[in-house]
């Protein structure tokens, strides 16, 4: 065997850090990070060979199937790309919501004249706007998300350096099967069907601070709430074949999801959220894979690092795309998620600070790729200062266990908050998950449900520093 030959040996997946409400299934041991390689691109449904049919029905009740319906319609409204006519684009909606207004009459057994009525419309629109479908590559793709499925590591050993390789194959997902098929409880194969990939990242400037999310009140779920520096999910992006006419066609094949694929998705999801571009950035490294047992879904945990100061990125952040300020300015602002941010020092110690103190929850995964950060800066910390992979493993297997406890710490909060205040168990949104009597419900603020407020939180643990002498630039 030459020298400088790869072993591959296949490591069989085996969550390496778990607390129940999520689990991180891979983590690097090379401070460089994982490459990631697509085996397999699935198709969106398995289909019966005989009769083309999906050979898994989608086991979901009738209030799941109609809330399926309106979400396909929301979130075929919101993709629209923007050179769509602007003029069509409440034909898009009404569509979507006649295909929701047939059905819902053929479950509730609607008299045949309404339903004929609907139909007719339903039918004339459509026809309507299948060119308009067509000429935007549209029809059923829209809002598509990328499923990783089959994860596995395959060592790697080279001479000029160690590392990891993770093997995936791939899913087109609908983002609104997400919506209503998440819960643990929910099949496995409609989980399977629904569970998107996103991506969580940490960003360190280059001052050594982390820049952490403070997701306002308008996110749902996990509002009001830290979170990772930047986040988003997979979109899915097709293959597509150039025809003899020179045109290309798009194909229902999903590109393979690698390095270049999840950072370019990272990097609008960061220039979206704290307005960072490619320029600014001088690394970038997966350092992880996790899945999150709230809301079933998995992801992919970045670290980045920037040329910026922390001063810097909180001047790029006053007019980023997804900022209040953007609303104010041009009325361009996302009005489902507007985020500020937060700075507290770059190191493993305020990690576990935030995560197995502060009683204030994070999204999981989001927990999840502050752990993987910390691990990852174990990992470059020279023998002499008792770093290494021998230090970064005890590390670990303390943050697992202290975690555990927080994340039961803060469940109890909730649990004798509610022993208290039993008539805030009816107080209940619409179109959202009831509160849960036992635990934190991330689609209600903390506050709400009994646990501390975040700057509290954050003054208490010692990661910020009160107002009156706070030189942060925060």
């Not at 909730?414 to 849960?436: A, C, I, S, T, W």
């Amino acid at each position: 065997m030459p020298e400088n030959a790869e072993v591959n040996p296949v490591v069989e997946p085996k969550a390496e850090f778990d607390v129940g409400f999520f689990t991180i299934n891979f983590l690097s041991t090379d401070p460089h990070g994982f490459e990631v390689q697509t085996r397999h691109s699935l198709p969106r449904r398995d289909r019966d060979p005989v009769t083309g049919l999906p050979a898994t029905p989608l086991a979901l009740n009738q209030e799941q199937r109609g809330d399926l319906r309106r979400g396909m319609g929301t979130e075929a409204f919101f993709a629209l790309p923007g050179d769509f006519p602007h003029e069509k684009r409440p034909d898009v909606r009404r569509l979507f919501s006649l295909i929701d207004q047939t059905a819902t009459l053929k479950e509730q057994a609607g008299t045949t004249e309404q339903l004929q009525e609907k139909l007719m419309e339903m039918r004339m629109l459509r026809k309507e706007l299948r060119p308009l479908f067509k000429e935007y590559n549209l029809r059923d793709r829209l809002g598509l998300k990328v499923g990783t499925r089959n994860v596995q590591k395959v060592g790697i050993r080279k001479i000029e350096r160690a590392g990891n390789k993770l093997l995936i194959d791939t899913r087109p997902i609908s983002y609104p099967v997400y919506a209503v098929a998440s819960s643990p409880d929910d099949t496995e194969e409609s989980l399977d069907l629904g569970a998107v990939t996103g991506t969580a990242g940490v960003l360190i400037t280059a001052d050594n601070k982390m820049i952490l999310q403070y997701r306002s009140k308008k996110n749902s779920p996990y509002g009001d709430m830290p979170g990772a520096s930047f986040a988003g999910m997979l979109d899915a992006r097709f293959k597509r074949i150039k025809l003899e006419n020179g045109k290309e066609l798009k194909t229902g094949v999903l590109q393979d999801v690698d390095d270049t694929y999840i950072k370019e998705s990272s990097a609008e999801e960061r220039f979206q959220e704290i307005a960072i571009v490619g320029e600014d950035v001088t690394d970038f490294r997966i350092i992880g894979e996790a899945r999150d047992h709230v809301r079933e879904h998995d992801e992919f945990l970045l670290l980045a690092k920037t040329s910026l100061t922390a001063r810097e990125v909180a001047k790029r952040t006053e007019n980023a795309p997804r900022s209040s300020n953007a609303r104010k300015l041009n009325g361009q602002g996302d009005f489902h998620f507007e985020e500020n941010f937060l700075v507290i020092d770059a190191t493993p110690e305020a990690i576990e600070t935030l995560v197995t103190q502060v009683k204030c929850p994070r999204p999981p995964t989001h927990d999840a790729a502050f752990i993987a950060a910390g691990y990852n800066m174990m990992l470059e910390r020279t023998q002499e200062e008792g770093g290494g992979l021998k230090a970064a493993n005890e590390w670990l297997e303390r943050m697992q266990e202290a975690t555990r406890q927080n994340y039961e710490d803060m469940n109890k909060i909730v649990k004798e908050f509610y022993e208290q205040h039993p008539e805030k168990l009816e107080d209940n949104k619409p179109g959202k998950p009831k509160r849960n009597p036992n635990a934190y419900e991330p689609y209600y603020f903390p506050t709400e449900q009994g646990l501390p407020d975040l700057m509290n939180e954050l003054y208490r643990t010692g990661l910020m520093t009160r107002p009156e002498t706070d030189s942060s630039p925060s």
